[in-house]
Every structure is written in C-alpha cells, then in structure tokens.
C-alpha cells in the first residue's frame, strides 16, 4: 500500500489494504457540530454519490494539545481531536486525503497519529505595503488553516499607511490610510471589519497577532500627527532604493509610495509618543482576544541605539500593562529592560550574520520564547527564480521551493533548539504584491514547506522530511488547490530542475 500524500507530513502514519471509503456530498456526519459543518463545506462541492458508511468527528481529552487521530476503513471514518484545534487539524488531513478515481471519490483506508511539533505556526500578512479587504484575509485564512497554521500575524501599519481604525486617534485612518505602494489606493480596517477577521481566524483556530511597528516604519503616523515624528533620515540605502525602486524621496506630511525602510521614527523622549503608544496599544488589545501584542521594532536605522534600546523597552512595557505578550523583531533583542517574556521573532538568514543570533538569544535571556522566520528560506515575498514578475531578491536571491524546504528550526541559531523555540512563520510582505492572485502565486507552493517546519518532525528525521518526499508529496495537492481555486505556482515551475 502506497501512503497517500500529506503536507504536513504527519507523525505517523499506516496505509491499510483495505478497500477505501465511498464518499459523496450527502454523506452522513455526526459528531462536534462546528466540525461537522467545517467537514460539511469541503464535501459540498462534490458530486452525490452514496457513501460506504458514516463520519464521525469528536474530541476526546487526552492527547497532545492539537493532536488528533484518523482511522479510515471500508465503512467507517474517525476523526478524534486532543481538543478542538486538533480535530479541526483532523479535517484538514481528511481534505487532503479525498481523492478522485474512476468510482467516484474515495479516502484511502488508513490510520494517522498526528500532533503539531509547535505550538505557534504562522503565517503574516503585510496588509500596509498594499492594503488586503476582509475578503482577501479570509481567503488568506482558509488557505493557511488548511496547511495546519495556527496564527495569523497582521503587519498592521507601515510607512505607506495606517491600516486599523483606532477611535482615539481618528486622524490615523483619516489622513494616513488612503494609498499604497506604487500609489495604488489604499484603505483600512474598521473595528468591526477587524473584529470579523478575528471571528473567521477563530473559526478556522487561527490567532490573529496584530502589529503595531514602532518606533520606525511609522512614516504614515507624520501624516496624521506630525508632532509624534522626527524628520526622516535619509540615508545611503534609501537612496540606493530610490534609485532602484523609485518612489521618491520620503517627506514629512505628504504620503509615501515607495518601498524605502528605516528612514521614519517616532519622537523617542517625548511624554506624547508614550500616550500615543498607550492609547493605541489599549484599542487594539481589547480587539484582541489572543495573548500576542507585535509591536514591531525593526529596522530603526536612523535611531540612536541608546534610544532605540530605551524606547523598545517601555514599548514593551506598555504591551505587557495592556494583559498582552509583547512580540518583537529581533533587532529589539539588543535593548536592555525589554519586559521579561517578550518573544522575539528573528528574520536574519538560515546562517546567521551581522549579531542577529546575539540578539534573538536574548529574548530567551530574558524568559521569552524565539518565533524563527529565516528571510531565505520562509519569507515568501522573495523571488521563487530571478524570473518570478513578483517579489524581491534581497534575502541571498530568489528562494526556490527546494530552499524553502531545506532547513530546520533548531539549527538555525545555537543554544536555541525546540524548547526555547515557541514557533514558525512565514512572513509575506506586500512591496510587489496587490491582490490575492498575487499572494497565492508567491505563497504557493512555498507556504507548504513553512508549513511543514512548523509542525512536522525536524527536516531529515524521517523518510517523509526529506526534499525528495516533500516534492511529490507537494506535488499532488495540486488538484485539491485548484479546486480551492488558489492560483498557486506549479511545483515544476517553482523549482526549475
Ligand atoms: C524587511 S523583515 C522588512 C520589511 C520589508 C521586507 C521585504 C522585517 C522585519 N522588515 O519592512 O517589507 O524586508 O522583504
């Protein structure tokens, strides 16, 4: 018996002889009721056509927290989650596992032990570069959730604009939030268009992470409340990306288009930058239901390190008076006072340069936990090949489906393995991207390869998590994107041989 084809490779897994299961969109479901209509709108779409016996779907205390276990036979399907997270993880599987043969839709008989090896599997989406609807995210959502991602981290606010309503600072959406890169049309989140995207994430257990990018990447504060800005800093490497990129020059006041970072700070010292902070941070958490508050710090070029150190710490601080975890890119690690437990997310390459491994171990110094999204391996904004329309080629050039998958999370930084690791995710940033067919081109198939670091056994522990598995195994969710109606790359493509 071959074993079907499953991204997240799970912990194990028997293929039996037996004869699979008929299924068709009539199908009998029992069991926990939002599973069965989860379950219920992947079978819809199928033809009628009766089934070989009944589905069951429940949970049962027990396992791994996200853990779940599938029995298929001839008449019967199980699925049986740890909690509810893990039955829905359950179903994800059930998903893939659908096949279509000559009579009809079957799932092979099988039996699956399976349970993530992080708690915290992300993904991100820069919502500020471009602005991405309510549709958009919930496309993004569903297409991440499939994957067994359990986080969803929106960049909430850039240099380019202002992305979610913030009623004590109502100038923030008013004059900051109307365009984008490129001067494309912009737009934001009302409270509520972000309460829904927070409902949807849950349904599909995903935690939304908001981020709030301070001090730096704030240019599209200055165009709301000028007070709170420096002027920007016009270094060698924006007017190297000027040149490269064009977009102008940034200036204080007018709304910037192009794709420049490090150049915008908030005012350091100023008691205003604090209460903007405060009242900014207290919204946004009582938005939040999940512990994670991002307030970003990364790429303050043009911030003395004596004030950057001290204003990420009371940055941090801030996040922790609001009942949040703060979450910070790595660059804040140098600071001393970060607010003990901050999470730092590091971004440096699979082989770390510059001290950016020095930093990260001091979130862990200081009681706080390591997210790993290595820029040339995970971030799927980067090219796929020098030929790919869309993305960017700073992380050590175009990152091909083979180099996305190639690299485990507890060898990237020493002293930093599965026990101070709290996850994975994969960032995409939006420079070059404007709409979902875009995100799916860039994501797909390299959002599968993030997948499987965040929840499957370490990359070359077994058969499966090898690139020669993984690439057929990827392979063959074709069928099941096209019918999801992702406008994925196709793995050949991707990875040219
Ligand atoms: C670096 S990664 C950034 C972003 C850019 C991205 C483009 C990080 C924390 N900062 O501001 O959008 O590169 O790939």
């Known amino acids: 018996m071959a074993a079907p084809h499953l991204v997240p490779t799970p ?30 709108r992947h079978l819809d779409p199928l033809p009628a056509a009766p089934s070989s016996g009944s589905i069951d779907l429940s949970v049962q205390a027990g396992g791994p927290a996200g853990s779940y276990r599938l029995a298929v036979g001839t008449a019967s399907v199980a699925v049986t989650g740890a909690d509810a997270a893990g039955l829905f993880a359950g179903i994800q599987t059930l998903t893939q ?102 409902a949807y994430a849950a349904a599909h257990h995903m935690t939304v992470v908001p981020e709030i990018d301070v001090p730096g990447h704030t240019h599209a504060v200055s165009l709301a409340y000028p007070e709170l800005s420096e002027q920007p800093v016009l270094s060698e490497h924006v007017q190297e990306t000027v040149a490269q990129f064009g977009g102008g020059l940034p200036e204080n006041g007018s709304a910037y288009e192009g794709m420049a970072v490090g150049f915008s700070s908030l005012k350091i010292h100023d008691e205003e930058t604090s209460a903007f902070l405060r009242d900014v941070f207290a919204e946004v958490a009582a938005l939040t239901p999940g512990p994670y508050l991002h307030f970003g710090g ?150 599968a390869a993030a997948a499987e670091a965040g929840w499957s056994a370490p990359f070359g522990a077994t058969p499966e998590r090898t690139w020669e598995s993984f690439r057929t195994r990827v392979a063959a969710l074709e069928p099941l994107w096209t019918r999801l109606g992702i406008s994925f790359t196709p793995v050949a493509e991707g990875e040219p041989a």
């Open 97 to 198: 596992l659908l096949a279509e043969g000559p009579d009809g839709w079957t799932i092979p008989a099988v039996r699956i032990d399976d349970a993530p090896r992080f708690a915290y599997r992300g993904v991100m989406l820069d919502v500020a570069r471009h602005f991405h609807g309510v549709d958009t995210v919930k496309a993004y959502i569903d297409r991440a959730s499939s994957l067994k991602f359990n986080v969803l981290h929106l960049h909430l606010s850039d240099d380019q604009g202002w992305r979610l309503e913030i009623l004590s600072r109502p100038e923030l959406t008013a004059r900051a939030a109307a365009t984008a890169v490129g001067g494309d049309a912009g737009g934001f989140y009302t409270q509520d268009d972000y309460r829904e995207i927070v």
């Open 298 to 447: 990364d790429e303050a070029l043009g911030t003395d390190p004596a004030d950057f150190a001290e204003f990420v710490a009371r940055a941090s601080a801030l996040v922790v008076a609001t009942g949040k975890t703060p979450i910070a890119w790595h660059e804040a690690g140098a600071a001393d006072g970060l607010a003990p437990g901050t999470i730092g997310q590091y971004w440096g390459f699979v082989s770390p340069t510059d001290g950016m491994d020095d930093k990260t171990r001091r979130f862990v110094a200081g009681g706080g936990r390591v997210i790993l999204s290595p820029a040339d391996a995970i971030y799927l904004d980067m090219k796929f090949d020098a030929a790919s329309p869309l993305g960017l080629t700073w992380a050590n050039g175009p990152t091909s489906l083979r180099r996305a998958y190639e690299w485990d999370p507890a060898t990237v930084i020493d002293g930093i393995g599965d026990a101070e690791i709290l996850g994975v995710e994969a960032p995409l940033w939006t420079e070059t991207v404007r709409d979902l067919a875009d995100i799916d081109a860039l994501a797909f198939p390299r959002i």
């Open 11 to 40: 912990t194990s897994m028997t293929a039996l002889p037996d004869a699979a299961f008929r299924i068709g969109s009539g199908a009998e479901i029992t069991g926990d009721p939002a599973a069965v209509a989860a379950l219920q």
